[in-house]
């Protein structure tokens, strides 16, 4: 069974940095895809950055410069390094596993505000 506990979310002023993190438990973590989206007040989830199996990454252009999804298939953990944080960053931060055939597999959310 696979879980996903997200934290680090926090209050942060515009221009700070926070550094989420997803904790992963289960067998499959190493073979999975993982991905942190985000959720602001009345809007869609959105796919924030993802991370192969073998280390490849990809962002949403607004956060290219910014965040860096990193992972430790040893600890189970995956990583978003937030910097240079601006308002529109304020969201529930959520961690996804995407398992070999498709599953997919959510945490519960880290709040991130980010406001002076």
């Known amino acids: 069974q696979v879980q996903l506990v997200e934290s680090g979310g926090g209050l942060v002023q515009p221009g700070g940095s926070l550094r989420l993190s997803c904790a992963a438990s289960?067998?499959?973590?190493?073979?999975?895809?993982m991905g942190w989206y985000r959720q602001a007040p009345g809007k869609e989830r959105e796919w924030v950055a993802g991370i192969t199996t073998t280390g490849g990454r990809s962002y949403l252009d607004s956060v290219k410069a910014r965040f860096t999804i990193s992972r430790d298939n040893v600890k189970k953990m995956v990583y978003l390094q937030m910097n240079n944080l601006i308002p529109e960053d304020t969201a529930v931060y959520y961690c996804?596993?995407?398992?070999?055939?498709?599953?997919?597999?959510w945490g519960k959310g880290t709040l991130v505000t980010v406001s002076s």
């Open positions: 996804k596993l995407v398992a070999p055939g498709g599953m997919d597999y």
């Open positions: 289960g067998s499959i973590f190493s073979v999975a895809n």
